[in-house]
Structure formats: C-alpha cells, structure tokens
C-alpha cells in the first residue's frame, strides 16, 4: 500500500492543466462519483466523502442547506465497509461490502426507495441483502444495486421500468430484475433513464473441437447441448440486417434489436407492436405472423416422437414468463404438436410489484440415495453346517435344505435423485433445481391469468412454448421486497452458485430511453425490455460506463466502444452527433485501455504503452477540443503520480487519484498488465488467423482418426481453454490499482490452478511434437499456409519473432509461445517482488511459477529426444512403439547396457520410456509395462554380477550388464524413478546424469505391489488367459481376476503367482453355469466352499485338494440324494446321514460305502440297526417294520438272517430259535413260539434299540473340528479349558467372525 502522504486527488477543466485543482483528502481515492451539483468519493478505507451542494440533503451530513467544497466524511457511515457509490442529480447510493444498501437526498420520485419522505439528509438503510454489493449505479431518479451474487435490484421512476404500452412505472421498492434470475450480472451502469448491463453467457463451455465429418464447437448452456459449425463463428460478430426482441419478435423493418439467444435464423421472425418511437420519422409495423424460430426447431422437431415432446415440453413447464403473444404461442403449438387452450388475455409488464416469493428448496444431495452399499463378508459357514445339523437331527424324514450364502460385495444402483421443486438430468445424477414461482402480479395488470393455472397441462405446455420463444430469460419477471422485509429481513440469495466476477463469455443487454441512440442497438426506439446489443456479441465486454446519453464498453483485449450521443466527440472525432451501434474507438486499437469513464461532453481513457515503449502510459481526454481521432493526450498528468481511479462529469469536469511511485512497484505492474493485454491480443490473433484456418481446411477430415489427428485435437481445444484463462487473467490485471490488490489475481492468488491450464496445452502440445506431428500438419495445410504467407510474416512481427523460411519452425514457434508466458510471469512477479517492502505473498506464486517453468522444460526435451529417437530408429522398429503419451527417458546408444548370455548374431538394444521397457533384437523389439516391471541389483562385490541389473518381469526376465558401476547406479535410479513416476501418475521430472545429484525428497520408494493387466503368452494352464489384479515381483499376488480363453473366470485372492485365498471359480460346461466359491491353496480348493455343478449338483462343505474332505453337505440332482456328513478325499467317510428319496441312512461310512454302526429306514417304514459292511447289514443287528413287528438277530445282509434271534409280533407273540432266509423270498424257522400272557403289556421296545447305532461321541467329529479351528483352539484335546487359555491370543475381531460363523448373527 502506499505510504502516508503518497495519495493526491485532483480536479480540472476541460483538456488543459490550467484549473488543475489539488482536492484535499485525508486517504488514497478509489472511486470517484462527479454529479451536476455535487460529488461522492471513496477511499482507501472504504469511507465515502461527499462535497458540493447540500439543497436536498445529498452530502448526507444531517443538514440539507450549503455547500461543502472541501470532501467531508458521511458520518452516519464510520462503521461501515462501503465498496460502491453513486451519484444522481440531487441523491446518493452506496453499497456496503456487508450487503447493505444506503441512500439519501431527494426521493421525490422513489429513487431513495420511498414516496413517504421526500428526502433523506443522512444515510437510510433502504435494503439488506446476504452477499456483499458489487457495485450501485443511479440517474436522477432511479436508482440500481448489483449484488456479488450476480442479482441485480432496481428501485424509482423512468423508462427503465415502462410497460410495453410506454406507460411509465414507479417502483418503491428495491425489485430483482428476475429475466435474468438464473444469470449472473458482471457490471451495470445507468445513463439518464437508461442501463446497460453487462450478464454472462449462459454458452461458452467448449466441449469438442472437431468431428469427423465436419467442424463443430459444442458448448455447455446449463443442462443444454448446443452445437454450430465453427466455419461460422467468428471472434466478432457482423451486423445482422434482422435483430430480435427478447421474445423473438421484429421491432419494425429498419429498427431491430436482438434476442438473448442470437440464434434465431433472419428469416424466422415476428412483428410486435408494443415497443414505440420518439422519432416521428420512425413507425413500428404491426402484425401477428408466428415465428418458425430456430431455437425451438432445435429442441422439439418434427422427427420427434410425441411422447419424447411431452417430456421435453413439461421439463420446462415451470419456467418464468410474461409479456408473451399468447394468441401466437397458442397457434404453435396448435401448428406443431396439435396442442388447443382457453384464451386468456396477457398483460405486458417489466417489474412486479407482488410480494417475492419463497425460494426454492435446497437441491437433493444427488449421492444421498446413491451410497455404495457392500455386504459384509462374514464366515457364516459354520452356522450353516449346524443349522443343517439341527434340521437332520430332529426331524429326520424332513428335507434336508442348503443355504449358499453370497460372499461377493454387491453394489446398490446409482438411482436418479428428483429434488423437491427440479428434475434429474439425463445421466441420473445431478439434481436440476426450477426456479420458483413467482406470485400473483399487480393490480395493474393481467399477467397473473397464466400465472394462477400451473396444474393445467395445456398451460404448462404453453409455457414452454413462451419460454423458448424468449430462450430462458429474454422475458423479465421480477420479485421485490415488501415493507417488513425491507425493515427487518435480508433478501436470500438463490441456491445457484456463481462463478467468478472475472468472464470471457458476456452479453451486453440494455434497456429503457433510447432517443440518443444511447441502447445501441441501431435506432432510437425505447426498449421497456433488457435487450442484447447485437453490436458487441463476442467482444468479451467485461465493464461498462454510462453518462447522461452515451455509453462505453470496455473488452479483454483493451478494446473500447462507444455509441449514443456524440454531440461533443467525446466518442469519435470523425463521426455524427449520434452513434446508433457501438463503433470502436481507435485509440484503443493502437494501445490497450484499462480504465475508462465518461462525463456529459468528455471521455477520459487510462491507456498503457506495450512493453518496451519510452512511456508506460498516461490518460487521454476526448471532447470537442480534440484534435484527432485519437484523442488528446493529458502530458500534466504523468507527473501527478500513478493514477488509481478516474471520474467524469458535466461541463467536462474531470478528477484524478494518484499515488507516488516511489519504489518503482506500480511501473512493473503497469508492465505486467501491458504485457498481459498485448499477449493476449497475439494469443486471439493466432487463434483467428493461424488455428482457425486449418481447422476449416478439408483436408484434415481424414488425418481426424489417426493419433497425430486425435493430438491435434485435444492440442487445439484446450488452446482455446488457455487462451480464456489468459482472457480472465488480463480483467482481474487491468482491475489492480495497489500490490495489495495482486492476491486478487489468479496468477497470484491462485497460481497453481491457472498453470494447470498452462500444463494441459504443454502436455498435448509436447504430444504433437514427440510424434512429429507438425510436420504432418503442415504438409496437409501447406497450400494455406503459403496463401497466407503474409499473415503469417505479421503475426511474427506482432509476436516479436523472426521470420524463418520453414513452417514447421514457424507454426511450432507459435504454438509454443503460451508455454514461454510462464517465465516472463515469473521474471514479472519476480521484479515486482523486490521492489515491495514486504514481498511474502508473492512467494508461493514465485515456487508455483518456477516448478512449472522447470517442468515445461523437462516436458519440450522429453518431447525432442522422443522425436529424434523415432527419427533415428526405422520404421519397422517404432511401427508399434509410437504414441503420443510417450517419452524417451534413455536408451542404451546414449548410456551403454548390454545382455548378459545375449546372441552376438542380433544386436540388443533397450529403450526406457516414460511407460514401457523396449528390448530392440534387430528388427523385432518386445514391450514390457513398467507397471509389471521389477528392478534388482546384483550384490556379489569384485565379480561380474556387481553390474548386473535384474529386470523381474511376468513370465520373462532380463539380466543386463552396465559398463561401469556409475553408469549402473544411474540405470538403476533412472529405472526406479520412472517406475515409480508412472506408477503414481506423476509429471515426468527432469532426470540428471548422476543419482547423487537427485537423492533426497525427490527420490521416492518404488512400490513393490502393483496392480496392472496381463495376458499370459507362454504354453502351459494359463496360456492365453487375462490377468487384472494386485502383483509381486512378476507373480500374481493379492486381489485380482483371472479370465481363460473357454470363458471361465476365477476372482478372489492369489500369492506367489498361484490362486490362494478365498475366491470364486465360474465355468461353463456343456452351455450350463458351474461356480465353486471357498478357500484354495495352490490352485485347488483347501477349506470350505460352496460348489453349484453343471449337472446341478450343489455342495457346501470342506474341501482338500481340490476334493470333498471334512463336514459337507451334497445335493445330487441325478439321484435326487442328499448327504449331510463327513467326507475324506472326495468320497463319504466317517459319519453321515444320507437321504434318498425318503430313503435314510444314519451312520458311519468308509470310501463312499456303508461301514460300520449305523440305522437305517427304508420306505416301506422298516427300521434297521446294527454294523454295517459293504453296504449289508452284518452280525448282530435289529429290524422293525411298520406293523410292530422287530427282529434281533444275526444278520447277513441288508434284509436276510442267518442264525439265532427272537421275532417280537404286534400282537405280543414272539419266536425265539434258528433264522434262516430273506424276508423278500421267505425265512425258515427253528424255535419256540411264546403267547403273550394277557396280563402283560404287548408293546415292549426291543433290547437292542438304541444300541447298535453310532455312538454320539463319533458322530460329527468333523464339524466340531472344524468349530474348534474357527475358535482357535484346535490343537487342544480339552475344548473349553484350552479354549480360555489361548483366549488372550485371539482378538475382539476374530472372536466375533468366529462366533458369527458359528451361531450366525443372532449371538
């Protein structure tokens, strides 16, 4: 900042120094507001001084009689932070950086927001906003607030607020001006009764450069896609013989204004008779012929089914509008889609006076319902094999049911998110929020008849059609404050977030009194509607400046317009008293403007000289004592300092602030922004006449598909991305004053992101020159180019270059000029830096500058080593290498490696790139990832193996031989650090010759687990088969997927290049699914699992080697069998319980046989008991039928007796002797028959019963194991005991799995 004392302000008359007044302030000047009858100033402190007189209580003191000269302080103010102020003719406006709006002096006409008071003789709070005010602006009696927000508030009376009819509207209270609700205000300004306003773009976001078949920039416009061919778009725009109103409607004939749009075609347009002349000479046309308009023929075509029109119409069913032909609206739509609807009559109106309505509920967080949602993989294993166990045992004629819990995480769907009062877009995902609705309109109009009928479909579709006639906001509605929120309440801000202050993509709009020519659009008509100046489309007006009846605007590039009253030649020395179309001033084409204003009869420019010039800039006055175009320069001023802020008043009153630039600061930042601004200009002048002829040019359509073509492409587009942010850069430059005011520069203050755009152009730049590809470029567009050969020699000039013969050194010296800014930025803040007392916020630009400045270095001798390696080596060789992506980082001519054991018969040789180890054999060369790439040295000290470096890759690896150990240790840092680079997806570094030059932070440890691609080559089970997952050190190790040839996959776990781990096997036999998932050691299954077979078999069990061993449960489809038990190298052994058809088996079995004791029940009802052998029944045993009957005896198999026994009858009787026979063909008997005594009991269980089956203490041994592993106590014979002693070795976690596996979830 400046030192005490350093600050002057003055004020003269007309374009000489001698009425040079030096006014008396206590503090810098930024701004400075000349009135008719008095003047506002705002300092340094952000305190607002007024002087002059005091009739209506203007200066705001508490009295409203004498004048002041001397600049006072408004009291009132002291505590607050004011960032604007504005004087009108007997009134004052200020705007605080808290969001409040003051005003005082005469309210005759509202413009101090009331009619109750007639004037106001200190400050009075007249609205209160939540967002800081950018700017206020006012005329005699109206007054405008501009929000940071981009809102923009009226209040007062003049013809800004004049209904369509030309009657004239007062607004008490501040009003948004809602036609542009939805856009963003970048400045305002008014002249009397009149405002031109600058708004953003609502296209501008480029998308794509070029398509194959034509030429094409597609820009973003909200949730919009537009396209149009780029052979005609131009940077400036011509004069169209046909202008539209907002509504896309024709003024008359001769008089036209344009519509926010700008799209519609001239032939397709419409007459109104709303709008007036003051000229007699000048009559509006009537008629209601209904335009074809472009722009609705682009969303809703005739191709388009009627469905897809109702979705499209009723997506904008809510959008806002008013003052609309409903007759014409209701006729197309009647003419297209067949659409009929009551006549309702609509009123024409600019502002409401109805009270604002609610805003729009906050947007749905679009990934609130869209979380990922992954099922836990617990070991529930367990739990199902008791569970089973449980079903078998106590109910043993039930069917027995399997359960295959899935253990793969499963994903919920993204679903589309619909917020309260928006739609979705087509991807689902970002909720679109509708502006609200306004309320009912005033009494004093209709407009409210469409309002009030919003669950009407034919209205919904009408309001569609309107709102595409007006293209989103060609119409205004507004919302105003009512009384109490006026008192008591802040205005809320919408819910849409705006961008930066700073923009390349602008209109400008204006609107109300236009007798002087002062709206521009190339008549004298009022305009009661915001229309765009057609004059400026493109020109990337970013401020702009109004007086009594002109205008000025100011653009990127330094340019400035003006048009409206010329009566003094205070816009064109050579032109008329008017000027109906901006027209540029010619001062501004030879030397940059930055700062601009304008009085009643006098234009004052602040111009800087391009760097290098003697003088670094100075004011240049333009009024009736101008003696040329040009202007004249003010030589007094440059000895009163560096200027700060200019003003401009009637009878060519013009004032001053300056500060002393003692250190030398404000002359480098002059500098700097002439430099900036004449770059920039260079910057569009290669984009018009260098990039955009060969973009036209036919003969690139067929070099589109190849990858220098996709390079170039990419190379193009974000040129142009570059070259907004360096439009951007240049308006917050030109808007620096102070050193202080540096951080609000991106270059400064956010210096990391605005290189990022630097850094993309270099990368796809440096991709093009790697690949030779201007040299492809230029022989397609050579004839051009030599058509052109005299621009190309002025753009060299322009650029400071010399001129060379060769294009392809031309057109790369060029290109490569964004990409030297980076260093002169450097070299600028550097020089600006050491002229500050206090240069620290300077420090992090300078490291972010002088980082990318090396990298960019790095990336151009990257790029020019690959493309002198492509060139050296032949095509055979780099037919398969080249891609645009890739770098060489060293090869074996520059920095000798040999093969250890290679063939003297080939000539090896290798080549390290950025992404991929290249092995050159003559003509053959095989490519190894770097991201399956392993670096060991060889250790043994003294021998060959000490230069040895060990290249471990899948299937293959390289021992190779370094000449020296230095050269060695450099191949091995080199090696690393690209790995490990590529690995993280870091900027390639500038790599040195030694690695003791590079040792320390920048050396980073190369990862040893990768996760990378690989398809295997090499004969053997996994030839031919994908690999994606996690490696280490050339093998499969960690989570991955493994796909083969025949279709089958394997996903889960593997180590040391083998599958092990838990995973899932998927294969197709026969046309039919077959999937194990479970446990593998080695490739083969080891553990439990859950297998679905292609013959519809289902197991879920253990598994060793790949085969059934341990507690399982098999359903056979064939047999319809299940078997619950154990299992031992893939067949039944130790106990089980076997289900066939009903038919069951509870016992001990031996490889897949009967073996042992066990019961058994057939389905006629028999019970059997005792040992089983071979599948029979021998030895003692016991049989029961269904009728009561048992036996127990020898047996001899299943159903045959061989020796002693005892037959017990239902009836009581029983046999006791000599069995022999088959109970099928019939036993003989040899015994005693015995009669039941009638007193004893006839139902008597056998003796045997219960005892010859299979002890429990044998009974699912297995499952019990398989229960103790899961606890962790296996080893141990005592369950419980060893159980606790081992408790402390086992974690919360594993105990809980453990449990949970065993129990389920239910513990």
């Not at 690896?957 to 091995?972: D, G, Q, V, Y």
């Not at 045959?1200 to 017990?1208: D, F, K, L, Q, Y």
């Not at 699912?1260 to 606890?1271: G, I, M, N, Q």
């Amino acid at each position: 900042m400046a030192k005490a004392g350093s600050h002057s302000t003055y004020l003269w008359k007309g374009n000489t120094d001698l009425a040079l007044t030096k006014w008396p302030t206590h503090a810098a000047i930024k701004q400075i507001a000349l009135g008719l009858h008095h003047s506002a100033l705002l300092d340094c402190h952000d305190q607002v001084l007024c002087c002059g007189q005091n009739s209506h209580g203007q200066l705001g003191i508490g009295s409203n009689s004498g004048s002041h000269m001397e600049p006072l302080v408004v009291p009132c103010l002291e505590d607050e932070r004011v960032s604007s102020v504005a004087v009108g003719l007997y009134h004052t406006v200020c705007g605080t950086k808290s969001g409040r709006v003051y005003c005082w002096g005469d309210s005759s006409e509202g413009q101090c927001a009331t009619l109750d008071v007639t004037q106001y003789t200190t400050p009075n709070c007249v609205a209160s906003f939540d967002t800081a005010i950018r700017k206020v602006s006012c005329c005699a009696t109206s007054s405008v607030a501009l929000l940071e927000d981009g809102r923009l508030f009226a209040w007062g009376t003049g013809s800004i607020f004049q209904e369509s009819t030309g009657k004239v509207k007062r607004v008490i209270k501040p009003t948004l001006f809602s036609f542009i609700e939805d856009r963003m205000v970048l400045d305002v300004s008014c002249g009397d009764d009149f405002i031109v306003a600058v708004i953003k773009k609502k296209v501008h976001t480029l998308k794509k450069l070029i398509t194959k078949n034509n030429y094409v920039v597609v820009h973003k416009s909200g949730n919009e896609l537009e396209a149009f061919n780029i052979k005609e778009h131009r940077r400036t725009s011509s004069d169209s013989s046909v202008q539209l109103c907002p509504l896309g409607l024709e003024i008359a004939e001769e008089h036209v204004c344009l519509p926010l749009s700008a799209q519609s075609s001239p032939s397709s347009v419409r007459r109104f008779q709303g709008y007036r002349t003051r000229s007699p000479s000048v009559r509006s046309t009537t008629g209601s012929k209904l335009s074809n308009a472009s722009s609705i023929d682009s969303h809703v075509s005739d191709e388009k089914s009627g469905e897809e029109k109702d979705k499209f119409l009723s997506s904008l069913a809510h959008s806002h509008f008013s003052n609309v032909n409903q007759e014409e609206a209701e006729q197309w739509l009647k003419d297209r889609i067949g659409a009929t609807f009551p006549h309702k009559e609509s009123g024409n109106s600019l502002l409401s006076n109805s009270e604002p309505t609610d805003m729009p509920a906050e947007s749905v967080d679009s990934t609130a319902d869209s979380k990922v949602k992954v099922k836990e993989k617990l070991p529930q294993y367990m739990g199902s094999m008791w569970n089973s166990i449980t079903k078998s045992s106590s109910a043993v004629t039930s069917a027995v049911h399997t359960h295959l819990v899935s253990k793969i995480p499963l994903l919920d769907k993204l679903k589309p998110q619909v917020s309260a009062n928006g739609v979705v877009d087509d991807m689902g995902l970002t909720p679109i929020v509708l502006p609200p609705q306004t309320g009912e309109a005033s009494s004093g109009n209709k407009c409210n008849t469409l309002e009030t009928r919003e669950d009407n479909y034919q209205m919904s579709l009408l309001k569609a059609a309107t709102s595409q006639c007006i293209k989103k906001g060609g119409l205004p509605l507004a919302s105003s404050l009512s009384e109490s929120q006026l008192a008591t309440s802040s205005l809320t801000a919408p819910q849409q977030e705006f961008s930066s202050s700073a923009c390349i993509g602008t209109e400008v709009w204006s609107w109300g009194g236009g007798e002087h020519g002062q709206l521009g659009h190339g008549d004298t008509l009022d305009r009661p509607h915001p229309c765009l100046v057609s004059s400026l489309l493109d020109l990337q007006v970013y401020r702009v400046h109004c007086s009594l009846h002109s205008a000025l605007a100011l653009t990127t590039d330094g340019k400035v317009y003006g048009w409206g009253d010329n009566t003094h030649k205070q816009l064109l020395y050579k032109a008329g008293p008017v000027l109906l179309q901006a027209t540029v001033l010619p001062i501004s084409v030879k030397l940059p403007v930055t700062n601009l204003t304008i009085g009643h009869e006098h234009t004052l420019l602040r111009v800087i000289y391009p760097v290098g010039a003697v003088s670094k800039g100075g004011v240049f006055w333009m009024g009736s004592n101008c003696l040329n175009e040009l202007g004249t320069r003010l030589q007094f001023t440059n000895n009163l300092g560096h200027p700060l802020c200019m003003g401009a008043g009637p009878n060519s009153i013009s004032s001053l602030s300056t500060l002393n630039d003692e250190n030398g600061v404000h002359t480098e930042l002059s500098q700097l922004i002439a430099s900036e601004i004449q770059f920039y200009r260079v910057l569009l002048d290669i984009q018009s006449e260098l990039v955009e002829p060969i973009i036209q040019s036919d003969n690139m359509t067929d070099m589109l598909d190849s990858p220098i073509g996709e390079a170039l492409q990419h190379m193009f587009e974000n040129l142009f991305i570059l070259v907004d942010s360096i439009g951007v850069n240049c308006q917050e430059l030109s808007g620096v004053s102070d050193a202080s005011e540096l951080r609000n520069v991106s270059l400064v203050g956010n210096c990391r992101s605005y290189m990022t755009s630097f850094s993309v152009y270099a990368t796809h730049f440096h991709n093009l020159l790697a690949m030779n590809g201007l040299s492809k470029l230029v022989e397609r567009v050579k004839p051009i180019l030599l058509r052109n050969g005299s621009t190309l020699t002025s753009l060299l000039e322009r650029c400071q270059l010399e001129f060379t013969e060769d294009l392809v050194v031309t057109i790369s010296v060029l290109l490569q000029l964004p990409l030297r800014r980076v260093s002169e930025y450097h070299d600028a803040v550097e020089r600006i830096q050491l002229q500050l007392e206090d240069g620290s916020m300077l420090v992090s630009s300078l490291n972010c500058l002088e980082k990318e400045k090396l990298h960019l270095s790095a990336q151009f001798n990257l790029a020019e080593s690959t493309r002198i390696f492509w060139e050296n080596w032949p095509t055979a060789v780099t037919e398969g290498l080249k891609e645009s992506h890739r770098r060489l980082v060293r090869e074996s001519q520059t920095l000798p490696l040999s093969l250890l054991g290679g063939s003297k018969l080939y000539k090896n040789s290798f080549a390290l790139f950025n992404d991929v180890f290249v092995h050159i054999q003559g003509q053959v060369h095989k490519i190894y990832p770097l991201e399956k790439l392993w670096i060991e040295s060889g250790t043994s000290k003294g021998t060959l193996h000490e230069l040895e470096i060990h290249l471990i890759m899948p299937e293959a690896s390289l021992t190779l031989l370094a000449s020296n150990t230095a050269e060695k240790a450099e191949w091995m840092w080199v090696l690393s650090q690209t790995v490990t680079n590529w690995l993280s997806s870091y900027k390639l570094e500038p790599f040195g010759h030694h690695p003791v030059n590079h040792r320390g932070n920048m050396l980073r440890t190369t990862p040893a687990h990768r996760v990378a691609t690989h398809m295997f080559y090499k004969s053997g089970p996994l030839q031919g088969a994908v690999y994606k997952g996690m490696w280490l050190k050339g093998k499969m190790h960690g989570d991955g997927q493994i796909m083969w040839a025949d279709g089958k996959v394997y996903t889960g776990q593997f180590s040391d290049g083998v599958i092990k781990g838990y995973g899932k096997m998927v294969s197709k036999i026969d046309g039919k699914v077959e999937s194990i998932e479970g446990h593998w050691i080695n490739g083969k299954l080891h553990g439990f699992a859950k297998a679905r077979y292609a013959n519809g078999d289902f197991y879920t069990g253990f598994y060793k080697d790949h085969q059934f061993n341990g507690h399982g449960v098999l359903k056979q489809k064939s047999t319809s069998s299940v078997y619950i038990g154990e299992w031992k190298n893939g067949r039944k052994h130790g106990y089980g319980v076997l289900d066939i058809k009903g038919e069951k088996y509870l016992g001990q079995w031996c490889r897949d046989t009967k073996q042992g004791p066990a019961l058994q029940i057939t389905l006629d009802g028999s019970y059997m008991e005792g040992t089983f052998h071979n599948n029979k029944l021998i030895g003692q045993g016991l049989i029961m039928t269904s009728d009561d009957t048992y036996y127990e005896g020898n047996f001899t198999g299943l159903n045959e007796v061989n020796g002693r026994g005892v037959m017990m009858m239902s009836t009581g009787d029983s046999i006791t002797g000599t069995f022999d026979g088959s109970w099928a063909t019939g036993i003989k008997v040899t015994g005693v028959y015995s009669k039941a005594s009638p007193t004893e009991d006839t139902v008597r269980l056998p003796q045997l019963f219960g005892k010859l089956s299979t002890d429990h203490d044998l009974k699912w041994v297995e499952l019990f194991h398989h229960s103790k592993v899961a606890l962790g106590c296996a080893a141990k014979r005592n369950f419980m005991r060893n159980s606790l002693k081992r408790f402390h070795f086992i974690t919360f976690h594993q105990c809980h799995w453990n449990i949970t596996g065993l129990y389920g979830n239910t513990c």
